[in-house]
């Protein structure tokens, strides 16, 4: 089993582009989720999905999109990047429940918008 | 709305020394309480959870934590600390629901192994 893996690993856009990250796992998870990670900010939740073609709001969602139109799949788009959203991108996935406490997370996608 | 407190965002202690790695919480109902460490340039790992039970809670590599809910507070603690110990550690917290919505975490504690 891969578990979580995030495409891509490390990326630069110029404030304005767009860009697509994707995430996938293999463990037939239900709940997927998306986090940003900032310096001295911990973890913040952007969006997730209890499932596929649900999502919802997290925390931070403004400037962000997703789509789960795949159960494997969780993407989350950036339509006009701002240099606010440079960060530490980490997709996690789990069974639901109270299994859902347990998160299995991703290697991270390291993003920079100048 | 639940939020958790790391209350030192670093700890530098020696190999082989203890050391507490503090987790405060506030909530107005029943939670459940995680650790997670992240190795550096790595995802977050589950290190251990309180869901219900025996209030200490123990990790395989030798962390435990202890749920107190007068005191509000998921401290994580090791008795003997190695280098391969060097880590940054989130607490986090659940109000339950299903965990539909996600873990609320604290800032992080960078734990600092001095050889």
């Known amino acids: 089993n891969a578990g979580v893996t995030q495409t891509p690993k490390f990326r630069v856009l110029k404030t304005g582009q767009s860009m697509t990250l994707l995430c996938a796992q293999d463990m037939n998870h239900e709940y997927m989720y998306w986090y940003r990670q900032d310096p001295g900010m911990g973890l913040r939740l952007i969006h997730y999905s209890v499932g596929e073609g649900t999502t919802a709001k997290g925390e931070v969602p403004d400037g962000y999109n997703v789509s789960r139109l795949k159960k494997q799949n969780f993407l989350l788009g950036l339509e006009s990047a701002a240099p606010s959203q440079t960060s530490v991108y980490f997709c996690?996935?789990?069974?639901?429940?109270?299994?859902?406490?347990?998160?299995?997370f991703g290697p991270g996608t390291r993003l920079t918008v100048t | 709305a639940q939020s958790v407190t790391q209350l030192d965002s670093q700890v530098p202690v020696f190999e082989e020394a203890p050391v507490e790695l503090r987790c405060n919480y506030s909530s107005s109902v029943s939670v459940y309480l995680f650790w997670y460490v992240q190795y550096p340039n790595q995802g977050l790992q589950l290190l251990l959870k309180y869901l219900s039970g025996s209030t200490l809670v123990e990790s395989i590599n030798g962390f435990e934590a202890e749920f107190n809910k007068s005191q509000t507070s998921f401290h994580l603690r090791k008795p003997s600390v190695h280098i391969s110990d060097t880590a940054e550690y989130f607490c986090?917290?659940?109000?339950?629901?299903?965990?539909?919505?996600?873990?609320?975490f604290g800032k992080g504690t960078h734990l600092i192994i001095q050889p």
């Open positions: 996690a996935s789990s069974f639901p429940g109270q299994a859902s406490y347990e998160q299995y």
């Open positions: 986090a917290v659940s109000e339950g629901g299903g965990g539909a919505d996600g873990l609320t």
